[in-house]
């Protein structure tokens, strides 16, 4: 990241830490709204985002098997209630081979182990990397463990054939080109072409079994002037009078809690040039989204960290003015709940995108840049704009997880639903089936990333329910960028959340125990034949 000014003033940072941490109109109207949507006679208590507020957190779910207390919860519970089955293992992994299953068990247990994941990731961030036969060997290491069990892929035919496996199997994919940034135009060009590649590949998939294809902004508009339409736009939101004649139709970006230190003094106007760019990014985005459209997929463009996050929700918005034109929304923003101000943004949004009629869809997911956002706020004195703590980040999703179903129940729009935290599923496929969003609404999906949560991911598919898995594809050593950042978001999670490594486990020894059962049982009717036959 480009770094501030150092000669701007600590007076200039307090006074933008003071605003931030009072609440706006937008704040209270959120809160008010959200105290409405969880009322008395609602059964399931979300809590009011993004207010703190005590909720179980299920990371750490363990197996039921014949426990008491479980049985007598679960009878005290209406069974209409009951998402997710964890009891029958076999219904639960009924479409996984036993290869995969076993496979799968061991890259999470190795995966499980912290201090293997720290070695793994000082070694792909070291020189050794630069010696040609040792990264030979890492790669290929990489390529039989981590990179099949989370990479759909090495291109789009590799991931054609995860998505007919996931098809088969009653889930969907979402397509996602594994390229983290493009740095200037032909690396966008050359990006913007695999993206079209991508979208047009999924036009001889079966029907509906791609549920989106993702686009990165950041592969289709140079980072360098991201950075500087964010700066444009949030000097624009503080300053009124400060106009910007390039800008286009678009809905909120910011609310009074957004955080602003990252422009402090006003920008230079794009230039000629600049302005330039940006047409030939707004270009790109387009071609992208029309061949998605082409093939009948919508699109979700993803979230990155907000130095330049204010510009990619322009260009989202733009894009969702310019297609979303029935009930049903085509382009889809992602909205980063750790982020502190991301309940009245998700609010101001969607109020104005009622009024302007205009559908409007959302992926909510929690967020993966924690540690360069924590660590740049650091650097500048001021607050991080992430929650302080990591039950007010569920409380936050919990919370506009539910707004968003109250909204889609009764107007326009869509909703992702991308989490691995299974007590955010429940409270959210409990909410769903109150409203009647069944997965033929087409309003609501569940996702998760490909190769993690795979018993909630089966559960909510045996409910009922959409659910999709993140399918990022790509060579291994164009993927090692999105392995290395997948790793150190996930790692404390992987050795925390022993859901799948215990429930694999489990129906491994069933299947173990029927196949040696089956042929014991095999030994004893031929004997019993053999005896037969001699007596007789």
Same mark, same amino acid.
């Given at each position: 990241?480009a770094?501030?000014n150092k000669?701007?003033s600590?007076?200039?940072?307090? =006074?933008?830490?003071?605003?931030a941490n009072?609440? =706006?109109?937008a #704040?209270?109207? !959120?809160? /008010?709204?959200?105290?409405?949507?969880?009322?008395?006679?609602t059964?399931?208590?979300f809590?009011?985002?993004?207010?703190?507020?005590?909720?179980?957190?299920t990371?750490?779910?363990?197996?039921t098997?014949n426990n008491?207390?479980n049985?007598?919860?679960?009878?005290?519970?209406?069974?209409?209630d009951?998402i997710?089955?964890?009891?029958?293992t076999?219904a639960?992994?009924?479409?996984v *081979?036993t290869?995969? $299953?076993m496979?799968?068990?061991?890259?999470?247990?190795?995966?499980a182990m912290e201090?293997?994941?720290d070695?793994?990731?000082?070694?792909?961030?070291s020189r050794?990397?630069?010696?040609?036969?040792f990264?030979a060997?890492?790669?290929?290491t990489?390529?039989?463990t981590?990179?099949?069990?989370?990479?759909?892929? %090495?291109?789009?035919?590799?991931?054609? /054939?995860?998505?007919?496996r996931?098809w088969e199997?009653?889930l969907?994919?979402i397509v996602d @080109?594994?390229l983290?940034?493009a740095?200037?135009?032909? *690396?966008c060009?050359?990006a913007?072409?695999q993206l079209?590649?991508?979208?047009?590949?999924t036009q001889?998939?079966?029907?509906?079994?791609?549920?989106f294809?993702?686009v990165?902004?950041?592969?289709v508009?140079?980072? @360098?002037?991201l950075r500087r339409?964010?700066? $444009?736009?949030?000097?624009e939101?503080?300053? =009124? *009078? !400060?106009k910007?004649?390039?800008?286009?139709?678009?809905?909120?970006? !910011?609310?009074e809690t957004s955080p602003? @230190?990252?422009t402090l003094q006003?920008?230079?106007?794009?230039?000629a040039e600049e302005?330039?760019?940006?047409?030939?990014?707004?270009?790109?985005?387009q071609?992208v989204?029309?061949?998605?459209f082409?093939?009948?997929?919508?699109v979700v463009?993803?979230?990155?960290?907000?130095?330049i996050?204010? %510009?990619?929700?322009?260009m989202t918005?733009?894009?969702?003015f310019? @297609?979303?034109k029935?009930k049903?929304p085509?382009?889809?923003g992602?909205?980063?709940?750790?982020l502190?101000?991301a309940g009245?943004?998700m609010?101001?949004a969607?109020k104005?995108?009622d009024?302007a009629?205009?559908p409007?869809?959302?992926?909510?997911?929690?967020?993966?840049?924690? *540690? =360069?956002?924590?660590k740049l706020a650091?650097?500048?004195g001021?607050e991080?704009p992430?929650?302080?703590t990591?039950n007010? #980040?569920?409380?936050?999703y919990?919370?506009?997880a539910?707004?968003?179903l109250?909204e889609?129940?009764?107007?326009?729009g869509?909703l992702?639903?991308?989490?691995?935290?299974l007590e955010?599923?429940?409270l959210?496929a409990?909410?769903a089936?109150?409203h009647?969003?069944?997965k033929?609404?087409?309003k609501l999906e569940f996702?998760s990333?490909?190769?993690?949560?795979e018993?909630?991911?089966?559960?909510?598919r045996?409910?009922?329910?959409g659910?999709s898995?993140?399918l990022?594809?790509?060579?291994?050593? /164009?993927?090692m960028?999105y392995?290395l950042r997948?790793a150190?978001?996930?790692?404390?999670?992987?050795?925390s959340?022993n $859901?799948?490594?215990?429930?694999?486990?489990?129906e491994l020894k069933r299947?173990?125990?029927?196949y !040696?059962?089956k042929g014991?049982k095999?030994?004893e009717? /031929?004997?019993?034949?053999?005896?037969?036959?001699? #007596?007789n």
């Amino acid at each position: 990241m480009a770094m501030v000014n150092k000669d701007v003033s600590c007076k200039l940072l307090k =006074s933008f830490v003071r605003r931030a941490n009072t609440a =706006s109109p937008a #704040t209270l109207r !959120f809160r /008010q709204a959200q105290r409405t949507t969880f009322n008395a006679a609602t059964t399931n208590n979300f809590p009011q985002a993004p207010q703190p507020a005590a909720i179980p957190t299920t990371t750490n779910a363990t197996v039921t098997g014949n426990n008491n207390n479980n049985n007598n919860n679960n009878n005290n519970n209406n069974n209409n209630d009951k998402i997710f089955d964890f009891d029958d293992t076999k219904a639960l992994f009924a479409s996984v *081979s036993t290869g995969k $299953l076993m496979h799968s068990a061991a890259t999470l247990n190795v995966a499980a182990m912290e201090p293997m994941v720290d070695l793994s990731l000082w070694v792909m961030n070291s020189r050794l990397m630069d010696v040609g036969l040792f990264r030979a060997v890492v790669l290929t290491t990489i390529k039989h463990t981590a990179y099949n069990h989370f990479v759909a892929g %090495a291109d789009t035919v590799e991931t054609g /054939q995860t998505v007919r496996r996931l098809w088969e199997s009653g889930l969907r994919g979402i397509v996602d @080109y594994g390229l983290e940034h493009a740095n200037d135009n032909e *690396s966008c060009d050359k990006a913007t072409q695999q993206l079209i590649k991508t979208a047009e590949s999924t036009q001889s998939l079966p029907p509906s079994s791609v549920s989106f294809v993702a686009v990165k902004v950041t592969a289709v508009c140079p980072v @360098y002037l991201l950075r500087r339409v964010s700066d $444009l736009l949030r000097w624009e939101y503080k300053n =009124s *009078s !400060f106009k910007l004649p390039w800008k286009q139709q678009t809905l909120p970006i !910011f609310s009074e809690t957004s955080p602003f @230190y990252h422009t402090l003094q006003q920008p230079a106007p794009l230039t000629a040039e600049e302005e330039r760019d940006l047409e030939l990014a707004y270009k790109r985005l387009q071609s992208v989204c029309d061949k998605s459209f082409e093939s009948n997929v919508p699109v979700v463009i993803d979230a990155e960290d907000t130095f330049i996050q204010p %510009a990619i929700d322009y260009m989202t918005y733009w894009a969702s003015f310019k @297609y979303n034109k029935s009930k049903t929304p085509v382009v889809y923003g992602t909205v980063q709940a750790y982020l502190k101000d991301a309940g009245e943004r998700m609010f101001l949004a969607k109020k104005a995108a009622d009024k302007a009629g205009l559908p409007v869809g959302f992926k909510l997911v929690r967020g993966a840049y924690m *540690s =360069s956002e924590n660590k740049l706020a650091h650097s500048l004195g001021v607050e991080s704009p992430i929650h302080n703590t990591t039950n007010d #980040t569920h409380n936050c999703y919990n919370g506009c997880a539910a707004f968003m179903l109250d909204e889609i129940s009764t107007r326009p729009g869509g909703l992702i639903l991308a989490t691995h935290n299974l007590e955010s599923a429940k409270l959210a496929a409990q909410k769903a089936r109150e409203h009647g969003i069944t997965k033929d609404s087409q309003k609501l999906e569940f996702a998760s990333l490909y190769g993690m949560s795979e018993a909630m991911t089966f559960g909510l598919r045996n409910a009922g329910f959409g659910v999709s898995k993140y399918l990022p594809f790509g060579p291994v050593d /164009q993927v090692m960028p999105y392995l290395l950042r997948r790793a150190e978001e996930n790692k404390g999670m992987l050795s925390s959340s022993n $859901l799948d490594r215990q429930l694999m486990t489990k129906e491994l020894k069933r299947r173990m125990k029927a196949y !040696f059962g089956k042929g014991i049982k095999e030994g004893e009717n /031929q004997i019993k034949a053999q005896a037969n036959s001699m #007596t007789n």
